[in-house]
């Protein structure tokens, strides 16, 4: 700052003068500048010059002749001495002039300390403001989002409405996945947007691995995936899709949430599907065994399904492929297939009933559902597998249900070939259909054991495939190739077998009723062989 100059007191005004100096320091909150005003006004006040100002701590300099220091102290702090050195010994009055001085340049530094620790003061405080003012604001967005996302989980509303909230509170695509890398909900628009090239079976079960182990968000490619994992066998992926790396502490912790939300959805999902799974198991074994049909037809109203509908039995099961075909591993059994087929039909709107058995999955539909539709969204959703549905005869009541499973049997076995209509119906099987009707199964019995009796002693003696390969020959019109992709053997082998039947039998497969009678026995076994195969366990 700028400091007037300092104008020699007279033998009246020396106080006076001191006074207007004590205002000018006082104005001024810079040290250096209050020294320099002191020492400036030392020579005006006394024959002497300033040496400048000491302690504390600095030591004061050695004492010599016309040399005084005068202590710079307040009630509040010790600011050292104002030191001063003169030629000559100091008048009394220049002593009292000099002590006023270095009062009131101790007052003026007490001053200018006060006001530098206030603005410090205020300076941590406007820190301390801005720093809470940014936690309440974190801490409003952190309860914002937890309110969000608890309100889908209490509320039920599925994993849409989950993956729709996240991206609102967040702004990134959001993708909610299964182990298996199938989309079960995506946010937003559509869900194909979601569509890419996956990772392969042994690389996302070990992307599930290190997810199960870290427990955080983890960037993988262009997403964020966290684990949801209710219980070791209910696994699901929240993803946000985020390829510029622009997710922040809020994304982070709306996914974290969003991933315990999540789980729980999971775990509710996995509790009603359990449930689901025991009462229709206990429907349709009651069903298709024709017993207890009372207790059915109460399963079936706890269900919300009419029996007094037109209903159907079917069978989902995985066609045999040829072994090495594809990379898709090993077909799935019929309790992996069976959440697949639910989910399936609540999104087509059939109304289903689906329970596993060893031979395929077990499934009560109402009415007569666009099946050709269904089977291509399985396909869809079961990546290399080859999924076939045999249709049963319609029910019109619970006690045409074990005809109905007996027929949907039949069809399946016909669908061994790979030549076979993935969806077969039972009013589609022609002479399968009528030999199956018969009451008394005794005349196949006679028919199978009269035209095939040899052959079928044969491949019982020596676990040969002669019956089922002359079976897929006549199927054929006779061609050893077709016959040959049908048994996943070479031709070569097909024709070696033709010539044991015509050996073994003693056939000549050239006539043309020969033909006939033999084509006829073995549509007959397969029939026998899969009425055998109804049996309920």
Not at 275 to 292: Q, T
Request: hydrophobic share 45%; aromatic share 4%.
């Amino acid at each position: 700052m700028t400091v007037a100059r300092v104008v020699p007191p007279s033998e009246v005004g020396d106080v006076q003068a001191l006074l207007d100096l004590a205002v000018v320091m006082a104005e001024s909150d810079d040290v250096e500048a209050i020294v320099e005003v002191a020492a400036a006004a030392v020579p005006t006040l006394a024959a002497g010059r300033c040496l400048g100002l000491w302690g504390p701590p600095d030591v004061l300099p050695e004492a010599a002749p016309g040399t005084v220091a005068y202590p710079l102290r307040t009630a509040s702090y010790d600011h050292g001495f104002l030191v001063v050195e003169a030629d000559q010994p100091l008048l009394p009055e220049e002593d009292r002039l000099l002590r006023l001085l270095a009062q009131q340049t101790a007052v003026a530094l007490s001053g200018a300390r006060r006001m530098a620790q206030h603005r410090k003061d205020a300076y941590e405080l406007a820190r301390a403001n801005v720093a809470l003012s940014r936690l309440v604001d974190e801490l409003r967005r952190t309860v914002e989002i937890h309110a969000r996302l608890d309100e889908v989980a209490t509320s039920g509303a599925g994993m849409g409405a989950l993956a729709a909230t996240l991206h609102t509170v967040t702004g990134f695509p959001v993708a909610i996945e299964d182990r298996h890398g199938n989309l079960q909900a995506w946010a937003p628009g559509d869900p194909q947007a979601a569509d890419g090239p996956r990772p392969g079976r042994e690389e996302r079960e070990q992307t599930v691995k290190a997810l199960l182990r870290s427990r955080k968000p983890t960037r993988i490619g262009s997403r964020i995936v966290v684990l949801a994992a209710p219980r070791y066998d209910v696994v699901g992926l929240l993803s946000l899709v985020d390829p510029d790396g622009a997710a922040g502490k809020f994304e982070l912790l709306a996914l974290e949430h969003g991933a315990t939300v999540l789980a729980v959805e999971l775990a509710r999902l996995a509790s009603v599907a359990e449930a689901e799974h025991r009462v229709g198991r206990d429907l349709l074994e009651d069903l298709v065994s024709g017993r207890d049909q009372p207790a059915a037809v109460a399963r079936a109203q706890a269900f919300g399904f009419d029996l007094a509908r037109v209903h159907r039995i079917a069978l989902v099961h995985a066609a045999v492929v040829r072994p090495g075909a594809g990379d898709g591993g090993p077909d799935p059994g019929p309790d992996a297939a069976v959440q697949t087929l639910r989910r399936l039909a609540r999104e087509a709107g059939i109304d289903l009933i689906a329970a596993a058995r060893p031979e395929g999955v077990l499934l009560l539909a109402a009415g007569d559902p666009p099946w050709e539709a269904f089977h291509r969204a399985l396909l869809a959703d079961g990546g290399d597998h080859h999924w076939r549905i045999a249709l049963g005869g319609p029910c019109a009541q619970p006690a045409d249900a074990p005809r109905s499973y007996r027929e949907a049997v039949l069809t399946r076995e016909l669908q061994r070939s790979p030549a076979a209509q993935p969806v077969l119906a039972w009013e589609g099987l022609g002479v399968y259909r009528i030999l199956s009707s018969l009451d008394d199964v005794s005349a196949l019995d006679r028919l199978v054991a009269e035209q095939l009796g040899v052959l079928l002693d044969h491949d019982r003696d020596r676990g040969s495939q002669l019956v089922e390969t002359l079976h897929h020959y006549l199927e054929s019109g006779g061609s050893p190739t077709t016959t040959a992709k049908a048994l996943f053997v070479h031709a070569s082998t097909v024709k070696y077998r033709l010539t044991r039947i015509r050996h073994v039998g003693g056939y000549d497969l050239s006539k043309p009723a020969t033909r006939f009678a033999l084509q006829l026995a073995t549509e007959a076994w397969v029939v026998l062989r899969a009425l055998r195969d109804t049996t309920v366990g």
